[in-house]
């Protein structure tokens, strides 16, 4: 039980210091919410990569790359490390969802001290879920950025901002138009990012999905993009 306790007042503290008070509220609502369904506050934005990248130098000793497949176990751990709630077998299970991403043609970013892997970035085409049972469909010139994580003793040295730019050069060298993305709107690292970057915000969204339901509640608070929001999932 002390540890519990032990664990909830870092895990509080954490949010405290790096997104404030009033984060730390929502994100003890989510929780109270859990057991009832999943709520969620995000913000879409778009990247217009036709226009100039504002260029980001790499923190010291930080190299970037992209991922393959001789990643994939330093990738897991990584995930498990992200998720510390992890069920038994879970490990097997997000082996299986990063080879889903690669097998979809999705590209992963890395940040590496020397060997280790201390942040990634994922990137998708074609198609992606935005909120549960909600898709985005892409064009050929046109890309996703999915979920990000740094390690959390490598968090608050640029790592993020970085690799992020990393991104957008690559793939504004590859010919991609435009790029899209979600941010959870209690993640104010990564809104400082996007609006470094210059990403144009489009609109946000509250959504509750009651848990074991297929679909849910979307409820727009600001003039949001319905592309964002079909209900097809493509086969």
Same mark, same amino acid.
């Given at each position: 039980?002390?540890?519990?306790?032990?664990?909830?007042f870092?895990?509080?503290?954490?949010?405290?210091?790096?997104?404030?008070l009033?984060? !730390?509220?929502w $994100?003890?609502?989510r929780?109270?919410?859990?057991?009832?369904?999943? +709520?969620?506050?995000? /913000?879409?934005f %778009?990247?217009?990569?036709?226009?100039?990248?504002?260029e980001?130098?790499?923190?010291?000793?930080?190299?970037?790359?992209?991922?393959?497949?001789?990643?994939?176990?330093?990738?897991?751990?990584?995930?498990?490390e992200r998720?510390?709630?992890?069920?038994p077998?879970?490990?097997?299970?997000?082996?299986?969802?990063?080879?889903?991403r690669f097998?979809k043609?999705?590209?992963?970013?890395?940040?590496?001290?020397?060997?280790k892997i201390?942040?990634y970035?994922?990137i998708?085409f074609?198609?992606e879920q935005? !909120?549960?049972? $909600?898709?985005l469909?892409?064009?050929?010139?046109?890309t996703y950025? +999915?979920?990000?994580? /740094?390690?959390? %003793?490598?968090?608050?040295k640029?790592?993020?901002p970085?690799?992020h730019?990393q991104?957008?050069?690559?793939?504004?060298?590859?010919?991609?138009?435009?790029?899209?993305t979600?941010v959870?709107?209690?993640?104010?690292s990564s809104?400082?990012?996007?609006?470094?970057q210059?990403?144009?915000?489009?609109?946000?969204?509250l959504?509750?999905?009651p848990?074991g339901a297929a679909?849910?509640w979307?409820?727009?608070?600001?003039a949001?993009?319905?592309?964002?929001?079909?209900?097809e999932?493509?086969?």
């Open positions: 039980m002390a540890s519990r306790w032990l664990n909830f870092r895990w509080a503290s954490n949010i405290c210091r790096y997104n404030g009033l984060i !730390l509220f $994100r003890l609502l929780r109270a919410l859990h057991s009832l369904g999943t +709520l969620e506050l995000v /913000t879409f %778009e990247k217009d990569l036709t226009q100039p990248l504002q980001v130098r790499p923190p010291q000793g930080i190299i970037a790359g992209l991922a393959t497949a001789s990643d994939i176990s330093s990738l897991v751990k990584l995930m498990e998720n510390k709630m992890i069920q077998g879970g490990m097997k299970e997000f082996e299986n969802f990063i080879l889903s097998q043609g999705g590209l992963c970013f890395l940040g590496k001290i020397g060997e201390v942040h970035n994922w998708s074609n198609w935005t !909120l549960k049972a $909600r898709t469909r892409l064009k050929t010139d046109e950025c +999915l979920d990000a994580f /740094t390690l959390r %003793e490598w968090r608050g640029g790592i993020y970085f690799i730019y991104a957008l050069r690559h793939l504004k060298g590859k010919g991609v138009r435009m790029a899209y979600l959870d709107a209690d993640n104010k809104k400082k990012t996007h609006y470094l210059a990403w144009k915000a489009l609109g946000t969204v959504s509750f999905i848990r679909r849910g979307i409820f727009p608070i600001m949001s993009q319905t592309r964002f929001l079909e209900r999932i493509p086969l």
